[in-house]
């Protein structure tokens, strides 16, 4: 904090009025001559308007060291509600500034990731309405940022503008995955039975073997009755 200049110009102004007699005498004395005495009140005079300029300049600092306090205690702000809302637009500009850097490089990123752009390619298709938005706002956002806070209305177009790109940029992510979801996924391969169990070589000999025995026992039993 600085240091005030009030408690140096009361004192000057003291200091000031208490010479004043001394510059009195010392210019008549000076002088020698019954004709300095005009002089010697002239400069005890100007003496005393030296201090009482210096006394009004210390209270006119007081009274606005006082009003700025007051302001601070009440308002918040040494300047009161237009400094106030100065610097809050000032914090809105920078946090949009961050904000928009931050966008910025998430698009970077998502573009720069082919596999990101095969799992929503909507957000890379103009075509699509929330895309098309998206890409407007960044390029509006994008004409109206400055490396420095500007003044109004430049800096609160620049915060609006921010502020409608990330939104921008949240519905086109939300439309661009309903997309994605809704597209045909890869089809499926088709359930198949699952073989069934061929008996071995063996197997089979043993049951055609048991045919061809079943078999010849039945004509046999056939000729017989026919025989009888």
Do not use: C, K, N
């Not at 400055?146 to 915060?159: A, I, K, L, S």
């Amino acid at each position: 904090m600085r240091r005030s200049a009030v408690p140096w110009l009361y004192g000057l102004s003291v200091l000031l009025v208490i010479v004043s007699p001394l510059v009195f005498l010392g210019a008549w004395v000076a002088d020698g001559t019954i004709e300095g005495f005009g002089a010697a009140l002239l400069a005890a005079v100007a003496d005393l308007v030296a201090a009482a300029l210096a006394a009004f300049v210390a209270t006119v600092l007081a009274a606005q060291r006082g009003v700025r306090r007051v302001r601070t205690v009440v308002l918040g702000h040494p300047d009161g509600r237009s400094g106030r809302l100065a610097e809050y637009r000032a914090a809105r500009w920078a946090l949009a500034r961050d904000r928009f850097a931050a966008l910025q490089r998430d698009y970077a990123a998502f573009e720069s990731d082919p596999r990101a752009v095969a799992a929503r390619p909507a957000l890379v298709d103009v075509s699509v309405p929330a895309t098309e938005a998206f890409v407007e706002a960044l390029a509006d956002a994008q004409m109206l940022a400055t490396p420095t806070e500007p003044g109004d209305p430049h800096r609160e177009q620049f915060v609006a503008a921010v502020d409608r790109a990330v939104a921008a940029w949240d519905a086109a992510r939300r439309h661009a995955d309903a997309l994605a979801g809704s597209m045909p996924g890869p089809p499926r391969a088709a359930a198949t039975r699952p073989p069934r169990a061929v008996p071995p070589p063996d197997e089979y000999a043993a049951v055609a073997e048991a045919v061809r025995r079943a078999a010849a026992r039945g004509m046999r039993d056939l000729q017989g009755r026919l025989r009888a």
